[in-house]
């Protein structure tokens, strides 16, 4: 009894040591797994044209679910409103100038840094599906279906790894039935960053189907400024040619049965003796089905219209409600389709450690100063939607007033992912924002710069500026040297231009000498 007694002691005390052996060793720290990214950019989608911004013609309840679980930025911007080169600063985290890609005209160069590249480097499964629209092809990936060039609304192709095959369906659909596919492909093993690229709701804004008889039923009001007159702007406003009123019966209106000229359109000279053939082959792409569909929903209205013979502000309203119907029945097929990607996160149990970024690769005027399109400095072209979601660090519902630029998409990613910035970034990390906290000496002012004149559409002059929280200065080169001063708290439509206005002097001087210093910071020499 007593040797059972010495036992049972000994074992307690060699259990005690045990634990306190335990206890004095340092625990290792857990650290949580890389949180997976999926970067969403549609094509001309304006903040005007989402709920979570207040819109007051549609609504975007997936868009919105976004912006509820996550950070809305309010002062967002793009720092050259035009496609290509938008993307290459996203990818970059460098101005145009820097990384190369200027316009439309120009080839990515794909050797430089991107943030997929170093992103598959510290161990990410990377992929882009959709909308490329950069000429190269994409690397830092380790796999890619892109569209060729712009892409079709229907029966498009897809580049898949440099293979091209053809499908028969809509965009929005088929790119979302990519993305998800590639998503269960890569599993969960290893941390992912997707790029998922719409191409709507860029021109030609065809609708799917299910959408042609979206907004029918209503008259969507017109913007306040659709009749402008530019009468205090300088002449690049009065010179450009995006106005609804140009755009084409035949490639933008759909009525391919108009007989001749296109009597109602001005637009791109070049352009007009191939937007009929454009919107035939267009058409003709379409399977019987499809073709029955767009005839039911289109024809009689079509019909109604050239029996009219509308001329004047009657035509430019009718073509403004063809047109914006066109645009916002794309943003519902968007929109359902990130519901459809958001779905799938919570079913598989991603949502939580998945990063979820909303944008556009520009603004989009969609009938304010009479206009279609982008590129001028001016709210609409200049603002970009952003919604960033992320539940292990971001309050639901938050709103974020800094301002911020594509420019900083390329640091964020690389923040979260954990991997080091290149100093060569000229953009900054947005993460600090993202939990709620300023950082110090944050940007007061963004610079912007547009390059694509005379060789682009829409006579939009070479001009670069820069943007407060209360005024802008924009100063257009080239064939044309003129500055534009706005007010943008007591004129937020732009329409008072008050440049060398005496009451407006220190202001000017400031925002001229802030717009050196800018050029300088950035090295801007062109």
Same mark, same amino acid.
């Given at each position: 009894?007593?040797? =059972?007694?010495?036992?049972?002691?000994?074992?307690? #005390?060699?259990?005690?040591?045990?634990?306190?052996?335990?206890?004095?060793?340092?625990?290792?720290?857990?650290?949580?797994?890389?949180?997976?990214?999926?970067?969403?950019?549609?094509?001309?989608?304006?903040?005007?044209?989402?709920?979570?911004? +207040?819109?007051?013609?549609?609504?975007?309840?997936?868009?919105?679910?976004? $912006?509820?679980?996550?950070?809305?930025?309010?002062?967002?911007?793009?720092?050259?409103?035009?496609?290509?080169?938008?993307?290459?600063?996203?990818?970059?985290?460098?101005?145009?100038?820097?990384?190369?890609?200027?316009?439309?005209?120009?080839? /990515? *160069?794909?050797?430089?840094?991107?943030?997929?590249? =170093?992103?598959?480097?510290?161990?990410?499964?990377?992929?882009?599906?959709?909308?490329?629209?950069?000429?190269?092809?994409?690397? !830092?990936? *380790?796999?890619?279906?892109?569209?060729?060039?712009? !892409?079709?609304?229907?029966?498009?192709?897809?580049?898949?790894?440099?293979?091209?095959?053809?499908?028969? !369906?809509? &965009?929005?659909? #088929?790119?979302?039935?990519?993305?998800?596919?590639?998503?269960?492909?890569?599993?969960?093993? *290893?941390?992912?960053?997707?790029?998922?690229?719409?191409? %709507?709701?860029?021109?030609?804004?065809?609708?799917?189907?299910?959408?042609?008889?979206?907004?029918?039923?209503?008259?969507?009001?017109?913007?306040?400024?659709?009749? @402008?007159?530019?009468?205090?702007?300088?002449?690049?406003? !009065?010179?450009?040619?995006?106005?609804?009123?140009?755009?084409?019966?035949? /490639?933008?209106?759909?009525?391919?049965?108009?007989?001749?000229?296109?009597?109602?359109?001005?637009?791109?000279?070049?352009?007009?003796?191939?937007?009929?053939?454009?919107?035939?082959?267009?058409?003709?792409?379409?399977?019987?089905?499809?073709?029955?569909?767009?005839?039911?929903?289109?024809?009689?209205?079509?019909?109604?219209?050239?029996? $009219?013979?509308?001329?004047?502000?009657?035509?430019?309203?009718?073509?403004?409600?063809?047109?914006?119907? *066109?645009?916002?029945?794309?943003? %519902?097929?968007?929109?359902? +389709?990130?519901?459809? =990607?958001?779905?799938?996160?919570?079913?598989?149990?991603? $949502?939580?450690?998945?990063? &979820?970024?909303?944008?556009?690769?520009?603004?989009?005027?969609?009938?304010?100063?009479?206009?279609?399109?982008?590129?001028?400095?001016?709210?609409?072209?200049?603002?970009?939607?952003?919604?960033?979601?992320?539940?292990?660090?971001?309050?639901?519902?938050?709103?974020?007033?800094?301002?911020?630029?594509?420019?900083?998409?390329?640091?964020?990613?690389?923040?979260?992912?954990?991997?080091?910035?290149?100093?060569?970034?000229?953009?900054?990390?947005?993460?600090?924002?993202?939990?709620?906290?300023?950082?110090?000496?944050?940007?007061?002012?963004?610079?912007?710069?547009?390059?694509?004149?005379?060789?682009?559409?829409?006579?939009?002059?070479?001009?670069?500026?820069?943007?407060?929280?209360?005024?802008?200065?924009?100063?257009?080169?080239?064939?044309?040297?003129?500055?534009?001063? /706005?007010?943008?708290?007591? @004129?937020?439509?732009?329409?008072?231009?008050?440049?060398?206005?005496?009451?407006?002097?220190?202001?000017?001087? @400031?925002?001229?000498?802030?717009?050196?210093?800018?050029?300088?910071?950035?090295?801007?020499?062109?």
């Amino acid at each position: 009894m007593h040797a =059972l007694i010495v036992f049972i002691f000994l074992c307690f #005390l060699a259990i005690s040591c045990t634990r306190t052996n335990w206890s004095n060793q340092a625990v290792p720290k857990i650290e949580p797994p890389r949180p997976n990214i999926i970067f969403i950019m549609t094509d001309d989608h304006t903040k005007q044209a989402m709920s979570c911004y +207040n819109s007051l013609i549609n609504e975007t309840p997936n868009l919105d679910r976004i $912006a509820k679980g996550g950070v809305k930025f309010l002062n967002s911007f793009c720092t050259n409103s035009i496609c290509a080169p938008s993307r290459a600063v996203a990818l970059t985290g460098k101005f145009s100038h820097i990384n190369g890609l200027r316009d439309n005209r120009d080839t /990515f *160069d794909g050797s430089q840094i991107t943030f997929p590249k =170093l992103l598959k480097d510290a161990g990410y499964r990377t992929a882009v599906i959709g909308k490329w629209h950069l000429k190269s092809e994409p690397t !830092g990936f *380790d796999t890619w279906r892109i569209l060729p060039g712009q !892409g079709a609304y229907y029966n498009p192709s897809f580049i898949e790894n440099g293979d091209t095959t053809k499908y028969e !369906g809509y &965009v929005t659909n #088929l790119i979302t039935d990519f993305a998800l596919e590639t998503l269960d492909e890569f599993g969960q093993d *290893d941390p992912f960053c997707m790029l998922y690229f719409h191409k %709507a709701p860029h021109r030609n804004w065809m609708p799917d189907t299910s959408h042609l008889a979206l907004y029918d039923s209503v008259d969507i009001p017109l913007p306040e400024t659709f009749f @402008d007159d530019y009468k205090t702007r300088t002449q690049t406003a !009065g010179e450009q040619d995006m106005e609804v009123m140009n755009l084409y019966n035949t /490639f933008d209106m759909k009525i391919h049965q108009a007989e001749g000229e296109e009597h109602y359109s001005g637009g791109n000279k070049v352009f007009k003796t191939r937007a009929r053939q454009l919107w035939q082959s267009s058409y003709n792409s379409l399977t019987a089905e499809q073709q029955a569909a767009w005839d039911a929903a289109y024809e009689p209205k079509n019909q109604a219209f050239l029996e $009219a013979k509308l001329s004047g502000q009657d035509l430019a309203k009718w073509k403004y409600q063809r047109y914006i119907k *066109d645009y916002l029945r794309c943003v %519902a097929s968007v929109d359902e +389709n990130v519901g459809r =990607l958001l779905d799938y996160l919570e079913e598989k149990g991603l $949502a939580e450690n998945t990063i &979820v970024i909303y944008t556009s690769d520009q603004g989009f005027y969609l009938g304010e100063h009479g206009w279609y399109d982008k590129r001028f400095m001016y709210e609409e072209s200049l603002g970009i939607p952003l919604l960033v979601r992320y539940p292990q660090e971001i309050k639901p519902g938050s709103t974020a007033d800094e301002m911020v630029m594509n420019l900083d998409f390329c640091p964020t990613i690389l923040d979260y992912a954990g991997v080091d910035i290149p100093e060569a970034v000229q953009g900054k990390s947005l993460r600090p924002i993202l939990k709620g906290e300023t950082p110090g000496q944050w940007r007061e002012e963004i610079y912007y710069h547009y390059y694509e004149y005379p060789h682009g559409w829409h006579d939009v002059k070479k001009h670069y500026g820069i943007r407060t929280k209360t005024h802008k200065l924009i100063q257009f080169y080239g064939e044309i040297e003129t500055r534009e001063l /706005f007010d943008l708290v007591r @004129d937020p439509h732009e329409l008072n231009n008050v440049y060398n206005h005496p009451d407006y002097s220190q202001i000017q001087n @400031d925002l001229e000498n802030n717009l050196l210093a800018l050029r300088a910071k950035y090295q801007d020499n062109n």
